[in-house]
């Protein structure tokens, strides 16, 4: 806030009778400089620098007022809002009129023995309330009026609201000469993100009637009612917070005293602690550390996994945020989340939901369809699953949709065995307590079996997990009981188990690398997932699932892939799988240029392998061979390239040679293919 002598009116600083609250000639001598000045800017146009008794701002609002077509001469009443606009624009500003009114009221009492009014704006200037505590009212000041320094010029709440600081304004510096002797006080209120949320404004016809105890008076009003608004707000939001929420919510006191507790944390102690408010934190938290850490640390969003106090067997996550009065803490909001619900949120926010459903896994070739139907089938159990298939074939998505299909309200917690350093992979399944090694977390911290209740725990890599620690989860499918690294006390657990591998399990269990107690175990159900090249047109969905997905992902048009570029795609035999193929599409959607995706737009590796027609003339041929009906219809990539060698030598009247120039294949490798495919080799010869 600006100094005093700044907010104050110079008129008030300079009254020389301030004791006796009359005017003596002086004091009229220097008004009436002031009056001087105004008009001498206004009509002679003499420069501001000039009006060197008034402040800065005002001489510039005086400029804007006459700018804005106002004459300092006339009055004319500032306009009123529509009655329907005004009476939305109440409604939205009703929690400030209602924490401000018992205020405007003790202020009417104080100054009931002098003329004045005290008024409330919004922040743009809009009269909201107002109440006269004597004489009588001359000029528009009524509820709806916009007053503002277009429609009025310059006056003490206006320049509140343009400078945000409190203010005073005596007589001549009002624009409009008929304030000649009005003097004004305006504080302004701001909301707690420091938003001007309107003004206090006490007014008197008389200046003399004024002085700087008026404005004193304004802003500790004005005061006030932020403080009070502003709690009024946060008690409004505090209360939508713990009413609206599933989540427990539980404040407590900078001492562990419960001070309030909404609904959902009323409802988890009502048999062990019924009085939760007034109650010590130390009655709620099994874990000293956790009672300890929040007493003794401020800081915000401890992020722990905890046991309530005579509650069996569930676990909560604690969220912690401390709550602050003028930066001291004096308090703290505890929020209890069910570990399951956290995990969700979590997960989530890692980017790890389990997005995949069987609606949108993609294929409809006969293998998709029968995998698909199984593990449909599969979901409707709760036996172990153990999917297998090359690298890339969409096994974690299928172990997706059985998730989502069977418990879609549960986390989907995946684990790859293979990416977790051996020694970690212990910890990180079981969780360990607080202490148990070097490192470890000062609260502990739950493992992925644990954080998979409810859910699904996908392993991957299952050929990967070291022997040691094979024995351990045989244990715990057997129990169902985990202990943490370095607990005491098992912890029941309730999940579904899916493994992968690209590994042939049962090689490993020969070769002693694998437990073939915990193969059995695992493998109740078995879903093997056939390579990509083995399941026929799912690659030419696939292709256009993934350009389509692709240029929406970019906001791009979706380009037409040449039928050559097509035809090559179909004749790879993608030993990287689905991954592999995604990656192939997202490089040609980044090197097409036109619309079209030509061979030249993909990637080395595809286009080593191909056989790509060697003239132009030839591609011209395989494009009209390959014609987008063969290729759409549901045949795999052998039989496409039987029809479009048909085609070739249809069209070159069986000569091996040219036939094999228009699908660019050498001679030798055609008649090869001919005989592969049963082709008439008369015909070819
Ligand atoms: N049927 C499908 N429809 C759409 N996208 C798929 C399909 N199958 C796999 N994908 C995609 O292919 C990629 C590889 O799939 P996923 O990770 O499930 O394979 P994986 O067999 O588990 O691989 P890895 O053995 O390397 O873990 C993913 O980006 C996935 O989204």
Known sequence: MKPL????????NNLNSISTRLINEDDKIFIEK????????????????????????????????????????VYNDPPLMDALSFEKRIKEKDFFIQTANPYIAQLENMLSHIESYIFLTDEHGLILRVVQALGKNKFRLTPGTIWTEKTIGTCAHEMCIQLKTPIQLCGPEHFCRIFNNISSSSAPVFDSNGNLEGTLTISSPHFDRQNSYSLGLAVIMAETIQKEFQLSVN???????????????????????????????????KHTIPNLVGS???????????????????????????????????????FIQPIKSENITVGYLLTLKPIN????????????????????????????????????????????????????????????????????????????????????????????????FTGAERIGKPGKIEQACDGTLF????????????????????????????????????????????????????????????YYRISVFKLNIPPLRERGSDVVQLIDHLITAYANAECIDKPTLSNTAKYILLQYNWPGNIRQLKNVISYAMCMHTDGIIYPEHLPDEILNTASTPVSEKDVVEIESLATSDVLTNNVSVKEMEKEVIKKALHSSDNHVRDAAKIVGLSKSTLYRKIKEYGLDPNDAL
């Open 280 to 318: 010590q934190i130390g009655d709620i938290f099994e874990n000293q550390l956790i009672e300890n850490s929040i007493l003794e640390t401020e800081k915000p969003n401890l992020n722990a996994n905890i046991k309530l106090k005579k509650i069996k067997q569930k676990l909560f996550s604690l």
């Open 341 to 436: 619900q956290t995990l969700k949120l979590s997960q989530s926010c890692n980017g790890f939901t389990s997005r995949f459903t069987f609606d949108n896994i993609v294929g409809t070739s006969p293998q998709s369809v029968k995998l698909i139907s199984l593990a449909k089938r599969y979901a409707r159990y709760t036996s172990n699953v153990l999917i297998q298939g090359e690298s890339g074939t969409g096994k974690e998505v299928f172990a997706q949709a059985i998730h989502n299909e069977s418990r879609p309200d549960g986390p989907f917690v995946a684990v790859n065995c293979a990416a977790i350093p051996k020694n970690l992979i212990e910890s990180e399944l079981f969780g360990y307590e607080p202490g148990a």
């Open 235 to 269: 008690r409004e939001l505090f209360h939508i917070a713990l009413t609206g929420t599933e989540d427990a919510m539980i404040m407590i006191n900078k001492c562990g005293v419960v001070q309030k507790a909404n609904e959902a944390a009323c409802g988890i102690f």
């Open 34 to 73: 002031i009056k001087k000045q105004k008009m001498d800017l206004l009509q002679k146009k003499i420069t501001p620098s000039q009006a060197d008794l008034v402040r800065p701002e005002i001489v510039e609002s005086w400029i804007r007022s006459s700018e804005n077509g106002l004459d300092p001469l």
């Open 5 to 12: 002598e700044h907010l104050l009116s110079p008129i008030i």
């Open 459 to 518: 392993l991957d890599e299952i050929g990967d997990m070291p022997v040691e620690l094979q024995a351990v989860l045989l244990r715990v499918l057997e129990d169902k009981m985990i202990m943490r690294l370095g607990g005491c006390h098992y912890i029941p657990v309730n999940f579904r188990l899916i493994t992968a591998t690209n590994k042939k399990l049962l090689d490993l269990v020969e070769k002693d690398l694998f437990r073939e107690d915990l």
